[in-house]
């Protein structure tokens, strides 16, 4: 699989209906709407209420078969929509790896439109990740990156301060990581962590946060891998806010937090630096999301 070159297929909707046919012939009818976005995975609407999901990467296989696995549990405690899996295609003569069909998650990506009503998505957000944060099973995957513990991204973090950092906002960005670094690290066992709540990931409707996609990086971790969303998705000053509804996150989590949340608009900034620049993979949106999570991290 590694040496399967699936940035090659072209994706388009007579091979899309040629895998429903071929493995799940009841839906092959359906009307089908290609969705702008996704890394990877390109996704398709499947009528109103499915989405079809199919690898571009060589890793995309993998993690639509550990949503299978994993997310209709969990999106039984979760209160907001999650994309919950319903079919799960197999490596077949239309198409050579696996291939996922979900429930449609109706909203607006927040790195095209940022949420507005802080109140309202401080407490969505601290719902949704006290439902989700509860006790990995033993067996729950481990993400490579989301299920580190903070001090092993300290090279990637110097050098997005190196790379990000300007002289008004150097000293800040170093007092946020160092202050993450010294905090206490998370004792307890590893909790369940979606591991991927950037802009792009959670979908708002009218300014409110109403749901959240992508579930390829869960994992067991840190909570404060998931708490750094509160800089990353609402409006300035809402945090505080999410932290108090949480209720489970103390001064050393919520300083781990920080830590995370300068890494990822680090990562923001980069992927949307090279949507600007024209380049492959880059994402235009994530800029100014970056530029956003920096300006409340630092306030």
């Excluded at 209906?17 to 609407?45: F, K, S, T």
Aim: aromatic share 8%; glycine share 10%; net charge negative.
């Amino acid at each position: 699989m590694a040496d399967l070159q699936l940035s090659d297929i072209v994706i388009d909707e007579a091979l899309v209906r040629a895998m429903l046919r071929e493995q799940h012939p009841d839906l092959a009818g359906l009307e089908l709407r290609e969705v702008d976005g996704g890394w990877d995975n390109r996704m398709w609407r499947l009528g109103d209420d499915l989405a079809i999901r199919i690898p571009r990467t060589p890793r995309g296989p993998e993690l639509l078969e550990q949503e299978y696995r994993w997310v209709p549990d969990l999106a039984e405690r979760l209160p907001l929509p999650v994309p919950t899996p319903v079919r799960l295609g197999t490596p077949g003569d239309a198409f050579p790896a696996a291939w996922l069909v979900t429930t449609w998650v109706a909203g607006e990506p927040v790195d095209r439109k940022p949420l507005e009503n802080g109140p309202e998505s401080a407490d969505a957000l601290a719902g949704f990740l006290a439902a989700l944060h509860e006790t990995a099973p033993e067996d729950a995957p481990v993400n490579p990156h989301r299920s580190l513990p903070l001090p092993d991204h300290a090279d990637d973090v110097e050098q997005g301060i190196e790379a990000w950092s300007t002289e008004a906002n150097a000293a800040a960005m170093r007092r946020v990581w160092n202050d993450a670094l010294a905090a206490d690290p998370w004792k307890l066992a590893p909790v369940w962590v979606h591991g991927d709540l950037h802009p792009a990931n959670v979908l708002g409707t009218d300014g409110t946060l109403t749901g959240v996609i992508d579930f390829g990086d869960m994992g067991a971790g840190d909570p404060a891998a998931d708490l750094c969303a509160a800089w990353m998705l609402l409006p300035e000053g809402s945090a505080e806010r999410c932290f108090e509804a949480y209720a489970d996150a103390d001064e050393s989590t919520i300083l781990r937090a920080r830590g995370w949340a300068l890494m990822r608009a680090f990562g923001l900034l980069q992927v949307g630096y090279a949507g600007e620049q024209g380049w492959a993979g880059g994402k235009i949106t994530w800029k100014a999301a970056g530029e956003a999570t920096l300006a409340r991290l630092l306030a």
